[in-house]
């Protein structure tokens, strides 16, 4: 495709990411749906703008004021400024003298949210949490793409076997650093044609989300919920842990996204796995589960700013005040789940977010109302689980938290109770 082509779909698509009135995945979707005729080159290219746009959204509305012609267009340029093959072509004379000029700015000498782009009340929690150095080698990592992570299927394969095919085919992977079925692969090579993948020995899982099912201990025979399922990637991590015996309920709300489990399920070769569509977190058919469940994961609804990498339109669509709102249903959530345990059985909250509010502060809440829970510690349950380096995963007060910059997964928060006696 011709630059100038690639540059005005490059433009139009940006003009609809940045309504930020639908999930940029979504958007991204939607629009290559609207033009079949792209190839694999060109939807890299449009989707790798879009998003890099997003990740620098206020630095360069910033630098684009001093540019002539509409805002996208300006911006789609500031993305494609590495790629000068790309601009040779596709720009006036006027524009690349601008983007010279861009260039020479100090990006130092800039305003702090220039340099991170983030909301206000996203940097001031970050920075509070981990300080002024952390802080800035977070945002460094939400500049970066994320790496993509496989998750081995036991009942399969063994990871030694699958990262050898990997590299057999051309493919350069090594295991994850804590994950004991963990694999981890640079770049974005076309998994989804290999028999590894069409045979269900791999799926693609975040390291960081592998680590929340095995904290739940899942075994062998016993019933065990995932009540947050969504499309079911720790449902099928669950179901391997349990080595396909047993029942595993899988509950979400959305039955759209329990049919996207089907396949996966299907490739699995799972067949414990009982997916079910709630009407809310006080169902009937949850009720008449009450005490007689030996495990419970609540991978809970929440802001999802520990996957910025990955969705950096996150930072701009979320609000304290929705925060505010996803507070009131985690609570809710979490108390239901609860009930579903039997003494002896472990529950486990867990969020993909970064901000006290939806973890720490939901998860000692729960704990000072229910006595008849007793936190557990995360690290010697991941031990116990084969996870490697687990104390440099968990905080002091014995929590799962996982930070890109440190772990290189997505952020994650977890923390586990034993139901007493």
């Given at each position: 495709?011709?630059?100038n082509a ?16 639908a ?6 979707s939607?629009?290559?749906r ?7 080159r060109?939807?890299?290219a ?5 998003y ?7 630095l ?5 004021q001093?540019g ?6 300006r ?7 590495g ?10 004379t006027?524009?690349g003298?601008?983007l ?5 700015i100090?990006?130092?000498t ?5 340099r ?15 300080g ?8 460094d990592?939400?500049?970066a ?20 095919a990997l ?11 804590f994950?004991p079925?963990g ?17 269900g020995?791999?799926?693609v899982q ?17 019933m065990?919920v ?8 720790k ?10 015996t047993?029942?595993l309920?899988?509950?979400?709300v ?5 049919e ?7 490739r ?12 809310h977190?006080n169902?009937?058919r ?5 005490g007689?469940?030996?495990?419970v994961l609540?991978?809970?609804p929440?802001s ?6 990955r969705?950096?339109?996150?930072k ?42 939806e ?7 729960f ?11 995360a ?17 002091e007060?014995?929590?799962?938290r ?11 928060y ?8």
């Amino acid at each position: 495709m011709h630059p100038n082509a690639l540059l005005d779909l490059s433009t139009q698509l940006v003009r609809e990411v940045l309504k930020l009135d639908a999930p940029a995945d979504s958007i991204v979707s939607y629009f290559f749906r609207q033009h079949k005729a792209l190839g694999q080159r060109e939807r890299h290219a449009l989707a790798e703008t879009a998003y890099a746009v997003l990740r620098q959204r206020l630095l360069w509305a910033h630098l684009a004021q001093s540019g002539h012609g509409p805002m996208e267009r300006r911006l789609v340029l500031l993305a494609w400024q590495g790629q000068p093959h790309v601009l040779k072509n596709g720009i006036t004379t006027d524009e690349g003298q601008w983007l010279e000029r861009t260039a020479t700015i100090d990006r130092s000498t800039l305003q702090d949210k220039l340099r991170h782009n983030l909301p206000d009340w996203i940097s001031n929690s970050l920075r509070q949490q981990l300080g002024e150095e952390e802080f800035w080698q977070l945002v460094d990592t939400f500049s970066a793409g994320a790496p993509l992570d496989l998750r081995v299927n036991p009942i399969k394969a063994k990871r030694e076997a699958v990262l050898e095919a990997l590299v057999a085919a051309g493919i350069p992977a090594v295991p994850t650093p804590f994950a004991p079925t963990g694999i981890r692969i640079e770049g974005k090579p076309a998994l989804q044609k290999m028999p590894l993948y069409t045979e269900g020995h791999v799926e693609v899982q975040d390291e960081g989300s592998q680590l929340l099912a095995l904290l739940t201990g899942a075994k062998r025979g016993e019933m065990v919920v995932d009540f947050c399922a969504g499309a079911g990637g720790k449902t099928l991590a669950l179901g391997a842990m349990m080595r396909n015996t047993g029942r595993l309920y899988a509950f979400d709300v959305s039955g759209h996204r329990l049919e996207n489990l089907k396949p996966r399920l299907a490739r699995s070769g799972l067949s414990n796995v009982y997916a079910t569509q709630i009407a809310h977190e006080n169902d009937e058919r949850i009720k008449r589960l009450r005490g007689k469940i030996d495990r419970v994961l609540v991978d809970a609804p929440c802001s999802g700013l520990g996957t910025l990498r990955r969705n950096p339109d996150l930072k701009w669509r979320q609000s304290p005040k929705a925060i505010e709102q996803l507070q009131a249903k985690q609570t809710a959530i979490l108390h239901s789940a609860s009930r579903l345990l039997k003494p002896g059985g472990r529950l486990v909250y867990a969020t993909c977010s970064l901000m006290p509010a939806e973890n720490e502060i939901i998860a000692n809440a729960f704990t000072a109302e229910h006595p008849d829970f007793v936190q557990l510690d995360a690290r010697e349950k991941l031990e116990q689980a084969g996870v490697t380096q687990a104390e440099s995963l968990v905080t002091e007060a014995g929590h799962l938290r996982l930070w890109p910059h440190r772990h290189a997964t997505d952020g994650f928060y977890a923390v586990a109770w034993e139901k007493k006696a």
